[in-house]
């Protein structure tokens, strides 16, 4: 199957999906849960939450009022050739590349950043939904060969929000113990850049993809009502 085939499939099934995940974002109190994304990363979220796996990603949505924290993980394992930091924020930067393209967004801001001892990309960046400005503060992690991204999804002129997430729920990420930046590298021989370059960019494609349509519907659903 080519690219093009397999992203419009994913687009169809991520539609069918997200009509089933859309709640109302009105009664949030801000308390805080534990929630164990994966066998090595965990985080404190607001207790009203769904989880949903499709396209290759584990979604996990709640509110924050009237904004929404998004979390993805995905199931398939990054083949990129990372043989330290700098590669690594190539791998981060490419990544955001995928999602500013499909979402349309405008890069506001962007920094590598240490959180619990590991390497993330914390960026911000605007989007345009129905003619309304979005802001998603979004921090990328990649540790054993898997991505993880942690979203908020907002107004601009809403720092409350923005401030609890930076504050409150981005420091609560924590890490199987034994795990360092090493596992954020992976330089398996197989793994060289030329091979992987072609598959690379058709995972980016799907991430963006994915990011693009949950938003859509999300704030598509909210001006419904």
């Known amino acids: 199957m080519d690219v093009n085939k397999k992203v419009t499939k994913n687009f169809y099934y991520c539609t069918f999906i997200l009509f089933f995940i859309n709640f109302s974002t009105k009664s949030f109190g801000q308390q805080l ?9 965990s985080i404190q979220i607001p207790q009203e939450f769904i ?3 499709t396209l290759d990603q584990n979604i996990i949505r709640a509110p924050l009022e009237d904004e929404a924290l998004l979390i993805m993980n ?3 394992k990054s083949a990129s ?7 690594l924020l190539k791998f981060y930067e490419d990544f955001q590349t995928g999602m500013l393209d499909e979402t349309k967004g405008q890069l506001i801001t962007k920094s590598f950043v240490q959180i619990n001892g590991l ?15 979005k802001i998603w503060h ?9 991505s993880y991204t942690f979203i908020l999804m907002g107004s601009p002129e809403n720092t409350k929000n923005t401030k609890f997430f930076e504050e409150k729920i981005i420091p609560s990420i924590t890490f199987r113990k034994g795990l360092n930046q090493e596992n954020q590298f992976n330089t398996n021989t197989e793994d060289s850049p030329a091979y992987n370059i072609g598959k690379l960019a058709g995972t980016l494609s799907v991430y963006g993809l994915a ?13 419904s009502k």
Do not use: C, W
């Not at 390497?119 to 989007?127: D, G, I, N, V």
């Not at 990011?211 to 001006?223: A, D, V």
């Open 33 to 41: 849960v534990p929630y164990q994304i994966s066998k090595d990363v």
């Open 51 to 53: 989880v949903v796996n």
């Open 74 to 76: 995905s199931s398939k």
């Open 81 to 87: 050739y990372i043989e330290d930091k700098d590669e």
């Open 119 to 133: 390497y993330f990309l914390k960026s911000s960046f605007r989007t345009k939904i129905s003619d309304a400005d």
């Open 138 to 146: 979004n921090y990328l992690l990649l540790l054993d060969k898997t």
């Open 211 to 223: 990011g693009g349509l949950i938003l859509f519907f999300i704030l598509r659903n909210r001006k």
